[in-house]
């Protein structure tokens, strides 16, 4: 039966603290788990913690930490941008725990799987990453999403048009909230494409194997799944053969429920398996 260790380790003066989940007979190929947002090692509805003990039960060892500032870790803190720190001394830690490591894939959620595609490529240990719903947030991309999914689907929603009719929706409000968006949406900026750019950049020059999960059901996945329509850079990046992409239809941004939790553990188990 795999066991849980408790791990502490320093980056830059503090203290950081993780669990390592050991199998019975260790791969030599590893997952270190990158939270993703406000989160700490657990993660929502214990996601973290259950994903953590499916892969060692199939022979994968996992580690997953806090990093600095958040959880049982020292310092102040930090967003996906400055962490890259927290992570080179989480990888240290996980290869001086686990001797017979070779390489290791990142698993991260959101901005968490963001910080992990731009810290892979500068890092021979990293072998594969796996991110779901990857953080690609722009004011423009999330404008235009918004009006592509929820607006869409507000005037598709027969309860709309009931409380249209009874006055029961503020329509002033609402009009105004349109104009705001749509403004947003055709609103150019130098700036606009900075993060996704940056992502495609990092996932072009990391040459390990990469996973993509999204949710159905989610905006930030919704903003990703653009890029490809509205890029043809995009295009030819996620077409590679090194690339592999699913989508959990109806998933919302965490996985929430067991059904969606499981297809995740099974989908990361099989691939992490399959190279």
Same mark, same amino acid.
């Given at each position: ?36 947002? !406000? ?77 992990? +595609? ?65 403004? +947003? ?63 959990? !239809? ?5 996985? +929430? ?19």
């Amino acid at each position: 039966m795999p066991q849980q260790r408790v791990l502490h380790f320093t980056c830059q003066d503090c203290w950081l603290f993780g669990i390592l989940h050991v199998p019975d007979q260790p791969s030599t190929r590893g997952v270190l788990i990158v939270t993703g947002g !406000p989160q700490y090692r657990i993660g929502s509805h214990r996601q973290f913690v259950l994903l953590a003990r499916h892969l060692a039960a199939h022979n994968v060892p996992v580690m997953r930490f806090d990093y600095r500032g958040m959880g049982d870790s020292e310092g102040e803190m930090r967003d996906f941008e400055s962490i890259q720190d927290d992570l080179e001394a989480a990888i240290g830690e996980f290869f001086s725990a686990m001797p017979g490591l070779k390489e290791l894939v990142l698993w991260g959620l959101c901005d968490g799987a963001t910080a992990a +595609a731009f810290h892979a490529p500068d890092d021979p240990r990293v072998a594969g990453l796996i991110m779901l719903n990857p953080w690609v947030r722009t004011t423009q991309g999330a404008a235009r999403t918004t009006l592509r999914h929820y607006y869409l689907q507000r005037v598709r929603d027969p309860e709309f048009w009931r409380k249209l009719a009874h006055g029961r929706f503020g329509v002033r409000r609402a009009l105004a909230s349109f104009r705001q968006v749509a403004t +947003a949406a055709n609103r150019p900026s130098a700036q606009i494409e900075s993060l996704p750019e940056r992502l495609h950049q990092a996932l072009c020059r990391f040459r390990g194997q990469i996973l993509i999960i999204l949710s159905g059901a989610d905006l930030g996945a919704r903003e990703f799944m653009a890029l490809p329509r509205q890029h043809a850079h995009w295009r030819s990046l996620l077409a590679s053969p090194r690339v592999r992409q699913t989508i959990i !239809p109806d998933a919302n941004h965490t996985f +929430a429920r067991q059904v969606w939790r499981d297809e995740v553990a099974d989908l990361c188990t099989k691939w992490i398996q399959a190279w």
